[in-house]
């Protein structure tokens, strides 16, 4: 299940360290070694796949409704502590992905926790999309 | 399906106002309408429902493989445009929630374009998850 063993997950993952709350067939919930807040959970494919695109659909599935599931319990134990939650997925070093091993942060959230999506609003607008690429991107979701 | 008239996002969907790029079962993909860059998406329930929490696991597994299908044909149509790819849910306005009717966004990422998730790493380490609260949120889930 743990090929990959150079990946910073993988090899946790192969040498049971990680801190799991939650095991699935296809997918772990583990705490975050550096969590924003107590709770900060990430739900990984015990597969190495390196990002979002690279997992198949059971993957895909179980990951969602364990980061669910997650969120549910979370705010259940923890209470009035949670307050709201992120469900945060980088694919890829430009979007902030530390670790290539597909993985979702599920966070929660307290007012003044410092956690922040900042926005470089001087570029908008963006340039709209142009209409014969969105024709291709939901032509391409269909057949997908 | 849309109820909620009042709600920011059931308007549009009643009214066929959003920009649709696909519409499934439980779920539609529309144009962001203030995009971080050109594609990016949001996956929302056709149902009015708050939040992650309030979604049934239909909902969940569509969104999440709506939000798969949503990336990969980002990357095919767009190309070298899409250096990456987020996935960022936020439940709860403390969480940035801007409109209480859940949605997903897939923003693709590109070198310079400004988006960041920031942290405020002097409040660092947050205390550790109790481990009774841990052990809790774990049967939690299980039983989920």
Do not use: K
């Not at 694919?91 to 410092?114: E, F, K, T, W």
């Amino acid at each position: 299940m743990t090929d990959g063993h150079d990946c910073y997950f993988c090899a946790p993952l192969a040498a049971d360290s990680f801190e799991v709350v939650v095991r699935g067939d296809l997918v772990v919930a583990v705490l975050d070694r550096h969590p924003i807040n107590p709770g900060h959970l990430l739900v990984l494919p015990l597969r190495h796949a390196t990002d979002l695109a690279a997992l198949d659909t059971r993957e895909v599935t179980e990951l969602a409704l364990v980061a669910q599931r997650a969120d549910r319990a979370l705010r259940q134990v923890l209470g009035a502590a949670v307050e709201g939650t992120n469900l945060v997925m980088s694919n890829g070093s430009v979007a902030d992905q530390g670790v290539p091993h597909a993985h979702l942060h599920v966070i929660p959230r307290a007012s003044g926790d410092g956690y922040e999506f900042r926005e470089d609003t001087s570029r908008y607008p963006v340039a709209p999309l142009d209409p014969a690429d969105r024709a291709a991107i939901a032509a391409h979701m269909r057949d997908g």
